[in-house]
């Protein structure tokens, strides 16, 4: 126990316990400690710890949060939204993508003023990806009407969580806040930090839960419309109701700060001045850097340089009045900005305080405005005090030389190129003329010859190898095999996920053949779009291929979760191409978290065992037979314990992609790191898995199911448990009969629905 009086007041604080956490553990913490109803939320680096450590909390009986794995950012958005209009206390983390993937929920929630707690766990935004932090996504977040706190440490980030809540919640707000912190440097790195050790402490803090007195769904007595549409008066006014709720917040934090101050000890002004009280030059920095730079502006102070620093804890409502007050005697002024507004000679925030200074006619200071450290560069304290530099310079000189540049870039040395180490490869390459389709003149079926496997050998590989996947990876083998049933040119268009983070790192490629990497949810829909095109600019003759090419978009199982609505709409529309789907039951890139297509009961970091929970619930999703259900000409499913099988299957895909629309395929896939097996038991454990009947090997095609491989002819047929001992993640269900039994009903269910499809074609 550090503190037991507040140095404030002498007044004896309630018990904290001091640890060293990050500050997703503490934005969990306090989740946890609130308790709230519900968190919807979906996995996305650097966020996804916070419902893993809540669902590890939740095995262990120590919250009762209702965690809802989303179909992505869109729907996890919406389930708050919807909780929230249930009146109950809401809850989210996200980052980047995920954030903007949110984003048109994001209004509706402020605008019909129901309020949660997001936090946002800042990123930088595609494109091109990269997964560390900037603020790029937060300032997508300036415009929604939400309340916007700025936690620069994982302490401020737990104290933050317990204000927001409250301040989300007055009376005069009824608003939602995010609180925005830095992804890795606060996200994962681990400081000292202090928590309310009774749970009570929090709840009392925030109060019993007001939402009831507000217009809900939740009391079917009193009926309500929420969400009618508006003219343009109604709008207007609307959203004047809004903006004043909104300045209202920023009274409301002060209020709630100075209470939350009294209970923790812990301060935290709309502005943190540091040195400000006679700098005559100073740094303007959101969160980490900020508190950063303090180091440097010690550093200037011993040299009799008078340079302070301004880091805001709250943006949103824009602490203007505090910023002109702070920056009367400062004669220059460096903004130094995470996200750039493009065109705009300097990032959201140098205008903002600009705007600030003009209401002030005596101001003079000078405003510079540098963007840096986007994509996680880091930021050291030669850069701040390069900032510092610049601000003295334009103080002397009464002028800023440069008001507007970026920190950090360079031109690049022509020496330090990289020698490619192979050629891309295309066309005859790729073309043994061993594989042949035929269709049957009667049936319309499709017929297909393979030389001995041996002889395929003589393709080369379209992944050249020196990729990143973890030993024993299941997914890149089975993708190979699948390219090795593929005759000739391939366009490939990769969502994102553990087969394109490991393959395509910049400056690098594994990809010898065309590749192309968009938006996670978004494959089908681009490679729709790109086929298309392709076909028409064939058409028109503005391109001279003398082969079709074969469009394939590969994706994970999470990639068909989030992408489900791109890749159902590119199969009903039957655009000619292949989708891939490598299921390796999770989403392993980011961490394991748990799929639709991961089995009942199966662990993952969202689903946890424990008193409480004993994995996954629910049953794996049936991929193949809702693609099935779009009526397109061809679906499969395969493994690379029987290669014969997945290479036919390969091949017909290819002439109905090429020839009459869209073909769809599921490859199940080991995951040795994640499904915590060693590293060669994958081949193993897939077959296990077919011969169990869990995944068994059909296809359907033009609507007829058959059935390529059925272990129960073939002797083979083996109880789930077989496969489910193999592996480190499901040793707890061996213990668990009426699980097992349960997963093995839903086993025996589909399968003999399989079988009752291939005796009758009409089904
Ligand atoms: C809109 C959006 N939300 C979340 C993410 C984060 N994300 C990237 S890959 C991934 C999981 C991929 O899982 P899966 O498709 O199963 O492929 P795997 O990594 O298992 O190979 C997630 C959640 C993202 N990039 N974009
Ligand atoms: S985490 Fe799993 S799927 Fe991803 S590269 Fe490693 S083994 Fe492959």
New binding site residues.
């Given amino acids: 126990m550090a503190v037991v009086e507040n140095q404030l007041t002498g007044v004896k604080l309630p018990e904290q316990v001091t640890h060293f956490e990050s500050g997703n553990e503490m934005a969990a913490t306090a989740a946890a400690q609130i308790n709230y109803h519900i968190m919807g939320y979906?996995?996305?680096?650097p966020s996804t710890e916070v419902a893993q450590y809540l669902d590890q909390m939740k095995a262990r009986g120590l919250h009762d949060i209702q965690l809802i794995a989303a179909d992505?950012?869109h729907g996890s958005a919406g389930i708050c939204y919807g909780a929230a209009v249930a009146g109950a206390r809401v809850v989210n983390a996200t980052s980047s993508?995920?954030f903007l993937?949110m984003l048109e929920q994001l209004p509706t929630q402020s605008g019909t003023r129901f309020p949660m707690v997001l936090n946002l766990v800042t990123r930088a935004v595609s494109g091109p990806l990269d997964i560390r932090g900037d603020h790029s996504d937060l300032y997508y977040g300036l415009n929604v009407g939400w309340v916007i706190l700025t936690a620069s440490t994982p302490q401020a980030v737990y104290d933050m969580n317990i204000m927001a809540l409250k301040i989300a919640e007055h009376s005069a707000v009824r608003l939602p806040v995010i609180v925005a912190y830095d992804g890795f440097f606060t996200s994962h790195q681990k400081r000292k930090v202090q928590y309310f050790k009774d749970n009570e402490v929090v709840q009392n803090f925030v109060g019993p839960n007001p939402n009831h007195n507000y217009p809900n769904i939740s009391d079917p007595s009193r009926p309500v419309t929420i969400g009618a549409h508006m003219g343009g008066d109604d709008l207007l006014n609307n959203h004047y109701q809004l903006s004043v709720a909104l300045e209202k917040a920023g009274e409301v934090y002060e209020e709630v700060a100075r209470e939350y101050a009294l209970l923790s000890g812990r301060e935290y002004p709309i502005l943190d001045l540091y040195r400000m009280d006679d700098a005559e030059v100073a740094v303007f920095l959101l969160n980490s850097a900020g508190e950063s730079a303090k180091d440097t502006v010690d550093a200037l102070r011993a040299k009799g340089i008078k340079a302070g620093l301004v880091r805001p804890n709250i943006i949103r409502p824009f602490p203007a009045e505090q910023l002109h007050q702070s920056l009367k005697n400062v004669k220059a002024l460096l903004v130094g900005e995470r996200a750039d507004s493009y065109g705009a000679k300097g990032g959201n925030l140098t205008h903002e305080i600009r705007s600030a200074l003009q209401a002030d006619p005596e101001n003079k200071t000078i405003i510079l405005s540098r963007i840096f450290g986007l994509g996680g560069k880091d930021f050291y304290a030669d850069d701040a005090e390069a900032f510092f530099k610049l601000a003295i310079e334009a103080a002397e000189k009464g002028y800023a030389e440069k008001p507007f540049d970026y920190h950090g870039y360079y031109p690049g040395d022509a020496k330090d190129a990289l020698v490619p180490v192979m050629e891309p490869m295309h066309g005859d390459a790729f073309k043994t003329g061993l594989i042949t389709v035929t269709q049957n003149e009667d049936t319309g079926l499709l017929k297909v010859k393979l030389p001995p496997l041996s002889q395929l050998t003589v393709k080369p590989h379209r992944l050249a190898s020196g990729h990143g996947a973890c030993p024993g990876c299941g997914?890149l083998s089975a993708l190979e095999l699948f390219f090795k049933g593929i005759e000739g040119d391939m366009v490939v268009l990769f969502?994102?996920?553990?087969?394109y983070v490991v393959t395509a790192s910049y400056p690098y490629s594994s990809h010898k053949q065309t590749f192309v990497h968009n938006?996670?949810?978004n494959g089908a829909a681009t490679l729709a779009g790109m086929v298309d095109a392709f076909y028409e600019l064939k058409r028109r003759g503005e391109i001279q291929v003398s082969d079709d090419v074969t469009f394939v978009m590969v994706?994970?199982?999470?990639?068909m979760d989030?992408g489900m609505g791109a890749t159902v709409g590119a199969a009903l529309r039957n655009h000619k191409m292949i989708i891939l789907e490598y299921d390796?039951e999770?989403?392993?890139?980011?961490g394991s978290q748990l799929?639709y297509s991961t089995p009942m009961g199966h662990m993952t970091s969202t689903s946890g065992v424990g008193k409480t929970q004993k994995g996954k619930k629910g049953h794996h999703k049936d991929t193949a037979q809702i693609l099935a259900a779009c009526n397109i000409p061809y679906v499969f499913t395969a493994a690379e314990c029987n290669p014969q099988d997945l290479l036919q299957k390969a091949a017909k895909a290819q002439w109905y992609a090429n020839n009459v629309g869209t073909a769809y395929g599921k490859l199940l896939c080991a995951c040795p790191l994640n499904w915590k097996t060693s590293d060669h038991s994958g081949y193993d454990l897939v077959k296990a898995a077919v011969d169990s009947c869990f995944f068994p090997l059909y296809e359907i095609e033009q609507g007829i199911t058959n059935i390529t491989y059925n272990p129960e002819l073939k002797g083979k047929r083996i109880p789930a448990v077989e496969w489910l001992k193999g592996m480190g993640k499901t040793k707890h269900l061996l213990k668990d009969e009426e699980l097992l039994q349960n997963f093995e009903t839903e086993i025996e269910r589909r399968w003999s629905r399989l079988k009752l499809r291939h005796e009758s074609s009409l089904l």
Avoid at 42 to 45: K, L, S
Avoid at 495 to 499: D, E, P
Avoid at 555 to 559: A, F, K, N, R, V
């Fill in positions: 979906f996995p996305i680096t992505g950012e993508q995920g993937y997914a969502q994102t996920g553990c087969a938006l996670f949810q994706s994970g199982d999470g990639g989030i390796n999770g989403y392993m890139n980011t799929s």
